[in-house]
């Protein structure tokens, strides 16, 4: 029997965008008062397809930070965040050591160094190292509840589930051998 159940991602706080968009803003900014200063000769139109290009990416990223999903599909644990996927079996997950903490007590597992991720002040998405040199795949939207997966062949996975006790309880259930009839 085919089963797939999807866990709420702990929602983003509300000032994940703006650290987004004021960086770009600024860039935009500064495109235009170079652009518009006193100078002999008018800028290039290649100049002002600055303007349009930054807003793209803004919302190509704004549209990224959106693809936030944790997936249990069988026996299979599916992660996407942002552009990053991780699928695991559950029997790589070490569930003995496996834990729901705060990183804010736990700051020897925060993410601190990006690899090949999407981070930003309250989110972090894909591929980090941990401020402990573990290597760890992050979909964390909060700090003060995420649940810590150790792999069994090494790194981690970091996730912040809405509710991460039910998570951690539902990968264990699945771990646990159910005797064949």
Request: proline share 8%; glycine share 4%; net charge positive.
């Amino acid at each position: 029997m085919h089963q797939k159940h999807a866990f709420d991602v702990a929602p983003l706080s509300s000032h994940a965008a703006l650290w987004l968009w004021l960086p770009m803003l600024v860039a935009i900014g500064a495109a235009i008062v170079a652009m518009t200063m006193d100078s002999q000769t008018p800028p290039p139109l290649a100049a002002w397809l600055v303007v349009p290009f930054v807003l793209l990416v803004g919302v190509v990223l704004t549209l990224a930070m959106r693809r936030r999903q944790i997936l249990l599909d069988n026996r299979e644990l599916q992660v996407q965040a942002t552009f990053y996927t991780k699928k695991l079996p559950v029997e790589a997950i070490d569930l003995e050591h496996a834990r729901v903490l705060s990183l804010e007590e736990h700051t020897d597992l925060a993410p601190m160094l990006k690899t090949n991720g999407f981070g930003l002040p309250g989110f972090k998405a894909g591929h980090f190292r941990l401020r402990n040199l573990t290597k760890a795949f992050c979909l964390v939207t909060d700090r003060t509840r995420v649940l810590s997966l150790p792999l069994r062949e090494g790194g981690m996975v970091l996730l912040s589930p809405a509710r991460p006790a039910d998570l951690l309880a539902r990968l264990r259930e699945l771990a646990t051998p159910t005797p064949h009839r």
